[in-house]
């Protein structure tokens, strides 16, 4: 899915609008320093196109931004940014911010999981 048609899709089921996308390295980096800066807790979704448990989780991770309108979403494809995620050695992974600080952290897919962990750090 290309990151024009997943930003529209994604604005069509969010209403809170804190759901992002980050397109390429640079919008990511800009996306980090806003976590570290204004605190804001934050959970950022690190997939893949090509992964399909990435692609089964995204509709649900994009609900849930629904139910926690506290938080900031943010999906990045690891493809699309390379140099930020090359730490990153599953998808997905769910990494979740806290007064500027990486706080937790989930491998792999699941709902209730991820429901559980979203309302944890919310």
């Given amino acids: ?18 759901l992002i996308t980050a397109t390429n390295d640079e919008k990511l980096k800009d996306i980090f320093h806003h976590i570290r800066t204004t605190k804001s807790p934050a ?15 995204l509709p649900s991770f994009n ?23 090359q730490h990153i050695r599953y998808t ?3 990494h979740f911010y806290r007064d500027g600080e990486r706080v937790d952290a989930m491998f792999g897919a699941g709902e209730e999981r991820l429901h ?7």
């Fill in 43 to 57: 959970v950022i979704n690190f997939g893949a196109s090509w992964c399909r448990v990435c692609a089964d989780i």
């Fill in 92 to 94: 997905p992974t769910f």
């Fill in 116 to 122: 559980d962990r979203l309302w944890l750090h919310s």
């Fill in 1 to 18: 899915m290309e990151a024009a048609t997943k930003t529209q899709t994604q604005n069509e089921t969010n209403i809170h609008g804190n």
């Fill in 63 to 85: 609900k849930l931004s629904n139910k926690f309108p506290k938080l900031s979403f943010v999906y990045a494809d690891i493809d699309e940014c390379p140099e930020t995620t």
